[in-house]
DNA sequence: TCCGCTACGAACTTTTTGGTGTGTAAACTG
DNA sequence: CAGTTTACACACCAAAAAGTTCGTAGCGGA
C-alpha cells in the first residue's frame, strides 16, 4: 500500500485520510449538531461541555478549509457567524452515524447504556 | 450529552468510544489484515511497513484484550504466535471496510486515485 | 467614558501518541 | 560453543494534539 502525501501530511491508507479531515476529538461532534441546524459560535460552544475557544475554533476553520461547513460572516457589533454542513457535510454525518451506532455497540456491550444516561441527564434539566 | 469513564479513561461520546477501541495509526490496519487469513506476528509486520516492532506488539496486545483478535502461542524455538480474529473483529471489518470507502471518496474529490496508485506499486514488485 | 459582548488570535504548557534502540530466552546450526 | 532466529519488554525521546491563559476590535448601553 503506497503512501499519500498531501499537503505535507502522509496518509498510510484511505481509512487514515478520512479520520484526519473528520477525526480528531471535535469534529465530529461539531458536525453533529450542525446537522439539526445552523448554529453560531457561541451556541455551538453551549452544546458542547468541554470544548475550549481554542479548539472550537480551530475545529471550525479546518471543518471550512476542508468543504465540510459554510460560514457566514455578519457584520454586526458584536460579532455574529453562522455555520452550516454543505453537502460534503451532510455526507460526513452519515459516516458518523454509522460510527454512532457502532460505538453503543460496542459500549452496550461492555455494560454501559449511553443512551439511558443520556435520558437521565435531561430528567436532571427539568 | 454525559461522560463515560471506563478504566480511567473519558470518553465523550460513542464514537469516541468506538475510536479509542479501533482507532490510532496501527489497529485497523492490523485488523485488515487479518480479515483475510490467520497471520503469525512476523507476517504482520511485512505486510504493513513502516510499522516499528513496539507498535505491533501493543497493537496486538490491545486488540486481544479488548477481545478483537485471539492469540495463540506455540510453544516452539524460535518462538511462533499466531492472530486471528474473533467475531467482534470480524464486525470490525465492516466498519473499516465502511470507512474505508468513505476514504476512498474523499480522496478521489482530493484529486487522488488510491486504487490506481495500489495497481502501480503491485506491478513495480513484479 | 468605561464596561460588556462575541468571535476570535497568539503564546505557552501539558498530555497523548508514536518511534528508536537495546536486551533477552532458548533451542537449533555449523 | 558462538551465532541465528522470533516475539517480545523496557527505557528513553520526538512529535502531534489538546488545553490554558491572556489579549483584541468596536459598537451600544449605563
Known sequence: MPDVILDNKVFYNPVDFALKKIGGTWKMPVLWRLRIKTMRYS??????????????????????????IDKKIFAEVPPRTEYSLTEKGRKAIEVIDYLRNYGLNLMLEAGINYQEMVEQEKRKKI
Do not use: N, P, R, Y
Open 43 to 68: 451556541e455551538i460552544q453551549e452544546h458542547i461541555k468541554h470544548i475550549s475557544q481554542k479548539m472550537l475554533t480551530q475545529t471550525l476553520k479546518q471543518l471550512e478549509a476542508d468543504g465540510f
